[in-house]
């Protein structure tokens, strides 16, 4: 299964890491859904919108969505992500497609809200992708997505005792190979990189967040670890909106 003008092995590596990924993301204490909710829900229309779920992965979100009253469809490149989902939200509609390609014809518009968590940073290229948004989203419609934080997710430890997130080489375009999950490619590429992919598909930036790292538990703040409530002032992840400009 190839990946569109990437590398050939990113799709089969994420169904090698279907179980991995379905057993650690989506839960109640997953920090990520955790720091994405607030912000995805002040863009989330009232009643019942339709919703694309760009990168569903085992589909939690598209069946928390659904659940709400929304008409969800799921895309993910990973043909066991998507049985995944479709065993455990039966009444969800979900397809298997290369996001790099764009969206399937059969999936169409008009959409009132586009979302995708924690999935534009794991694609090699966006352009196809946001122009087939862009064209299906209803003229109040929205993208809202998230992503690791470009400058500050990487960690690195330090021989002078201080805590920090180290940044280096933040303006490359780089390939990472991430181990998470048992391994899945990373294209790290600047802020800027992100606007101006935005930007040629005719959508324009209205929102953005950084919201504070947090632990991976729900305890009161008084007991996080000094460490923990230091590393709480640095974002290590970014949700933005975006409309048709």
Request: aromatic residues 8%.
């Amino acid at each position: 299964m190839t990946s569109g003008d990437g590398p050939p092995d990113d799709l089969a590596a994420w169904d090698r890491a279907a179980g991995a990924y379905a057993t650690a993301i989506g839960g109640p204490d997953d920090s990520f859904r955790r720091r994405f909710e607030p912000f995805l829900e002040r863009w989330l229309p009232a009643g019942s919108p339709r919703v694309l779920d760009l990168g569903c992965g085992h589909g939690w979100l598209a069946g928390l969505l659904a659940a709400r009253g929304a008409h969800v469809v799921g895309v993910d490149g990973s043909g066991e992500l998507v049985a995944r989902a479709r065993a455990a939200h039966p009444g969800v509609r979900f397809e298997v497609a290369d996001l790099v390609d764009g969206l399937p014809d059969d999936v169409t518009g008009p959409v009132d809200l586009a979302v995708s968590h924690m999935v534009l940073m794991d694609l090699p290229a966006l352009d196809r992708l946001l122009a087939d948004v862009a064209a299906r989203l209803t003229p109040d419609g929205a993208l809202v997505a998230s992503l690791l934080h470009p400058a500050f997710f990487r960690q690195q430890p330090a021989d002078d005792g201080e805590r920090h997130r180290r940044v280096t080489g933040y303006l490359a375009h780089e390939e990472w190979w991430i181990e998470t999950f048992g391994g899945h490619r990373h294209y790290h590429r600047p802020l800027a990189w992100y606007v101006q992919r935005l930007r040629d598909a005719g959508l324009v930036l209205v929102d953005l967040d950084e919201p504070p790292s947090l632990p991976p538990h729900r305890a009161p703040e008084a007991q996080w670890t000094d460490e923990e409530r230091w590393f709480a002032s640095i974002p290590t992840m970014l949700s933005f909106a975006a409309r048709r400009a």
